[in-house]
T-cell receptor, first 111, second 112 residues
Framework: EDQVTQSPEALRLQEGESSSLNCSYTVSGLRGLFWYRQDPGKGPEFLFTLYSAGEEKEKERLKATLTKKESFLHITAPKPEDSATYLCAVQEGDSWGKLQFGAGTQVVVTP | DADVTQTPRNRITKTGKRIMLECSQTKGHDRMYWYRQDPGLGLRLIYYSFDVKDINKGEISDGYSVSRQAQAKFSLSLESAIPNQTALYFC???????????FGPGTRLTVL
């Protein structure tokens, strides 16, 4: 069965303490991998799409990378406003728009 | 104004009641989706629609139905609500030329 697994489930960081979140997937024929940020009580907010192994995308303190079996979201020198749940989702090649989500990583950045 | 809106934002109802959640979008996207989110679980797809005449079941469609009234409107109905349908419900849209989905603010539904 196709799976998307995110680790760790929760991460507590000091402001400025860089770290990485992991998203591993087992879908066959990846069409795209998506990262979203979700704040409490709000809908997921799109961050990045990655399509092929070796691809990297950056936005402010966030950098997403992709290999054949996993993706990493690197948070460099995080600030308290980076606190959120980060969701990973994959789209299989023939799934026509359907996304399969992981359970997310809850990140808390303390001053 | 938000591109994807959902109404109501919060709803408390009783077992057996019929409930409708509504989604509207101003992004001009053809594709619309309904997901539910439960604590500790990822978002799970309930139904999706690629245009007004195209409706498809997702991963967890039992107990739900949908209606695509127009390109911009997609409604989710619970014909007879039950407590395990208590969850956060999100609507999303995407353009047929791109894969990225954009989400609404969500509806928190509680079934007593």
């Amino acid at each position: 069965e196709d799976q998307v697994t995110q680790s760790p489930e929760a991460l507590r960081l000091q402001e400025g303490e860089s770290s990485s979140l992991n998203c591993s997937y087992t879908v066959s024929g990846l069409r795209g991998l998506f990262w979203y940020r979700q704040d409490p009580g709000k809908g997921p907010e799109f961050l990045f799409t990655l399509y092929s192994a070796g691809e990297e995308k950056e936005k402010e303190r966030l950098k997403a990378t992709l290999t054949k079996k996993e993706s990493f979201l690197h948070i460099t020198a995080p600030k308290p406003e980076d606190s959120a749940t980060y969701l990973c989702a994959v789209q299989e090649g023939d799934s026509w728009g359907k996304l399969q989500f992981g359970a997310g990583t809850q990140v808390v950045v303390t001053p | 104004d938000a591109d994807v809106t959902q109404t109501p934002r919060n709803r408390i109802t009783k077992t057996g009641k019929r409930i409708m959640l509504e989604c509207s979008q101003t992004k001009g996207h053809d594709r619309m989706y309904w997901y539910r989110q439960d604590p500790g679980l990822g978002l799970r797809l309930i139904y999706y629609s690629f245009d007004v005449k195209d409706i498809n079941k997702g991963e967890i469609s039992d107990g739900y139905s949908v209606s695509r009234q127009a390109q911009a409107k997609f409604s989710l109905s619970l014909e007879s609500a039950i407590p395990n349908q208590t969850a956060l419900y999100f609507c999303a849209t995407s353009d047929l030329r791109a894969d990225t989905q954009y989400f609404g603010p969500g509806t928190r539904l509680t079934v007593l």
